[in-house]
Nanobody, 124 residues
Framework: QVQLVESGGGLVQAGGSLRLSCAAS????????MGWFRQAPEKEREFVAA????????YYGNPGKGRFTIARDNAKNMMYLQMNRLKPEDTAVYYC?????????????????WGQGTQVTVSS
């Protein structure tokens, strides 16, 4: 059974940093895309960043370009999202996700597995 467990969320002031972690288990993720999505109150879930589990190629959505960095550690089955220069509009629940379609890495519908989410709150 696939499990994705996020951690690292919290309350931070604008301009600060947080590092989110996602612990993945239950299958081999070779060939998979692993991604971060976020959902703010009354807004749709949106793509933040993703990474090819096999070759580590990163992809970024508009929200975090230039501020966020995605990484993974294959040996530990961990994925990370380093978020710098946080803004109040980054406030959301952040979700870790996994899916078998690296060619559609920014497409929410192709992700099969989701974590429960971790809250990130950025105060002004």
């Amino acid at each position: 059974q696939v499990q994705l467990v996020e951690s690292g969320g919290g309350l931070v002031q604008a301009g600060g940093s947080l590092r989110l972690s996602c612990a993945a288990s239950g299958r081999t993720f070779s060939g998979y895309a692993m991604g971060w999505f976020r959902q703010a109150p009354e807004k749709e879930r949106e793509f933040v960043a993703a990474i090819s589990w096999s070759d580590g190629s990163p992809y970024y959505g508009n929200p975090g370009k230039g501020r966020f960095t995605i990484a993974r550690d294959n040996a530990k089955n961990m994925m990370y999202l380093q978020m710098n220069r946080l803004k109040p509009e980054d406030t959301a629940v952040y979700y870790c996700a996994a899916g078998p379609h690296v060619d559609k890495i920014a497409t929410i519908e192709v992700y099969d597995y989701w974590g429960q989410g971790t809250q990130v709150t950025v105060s002004s």
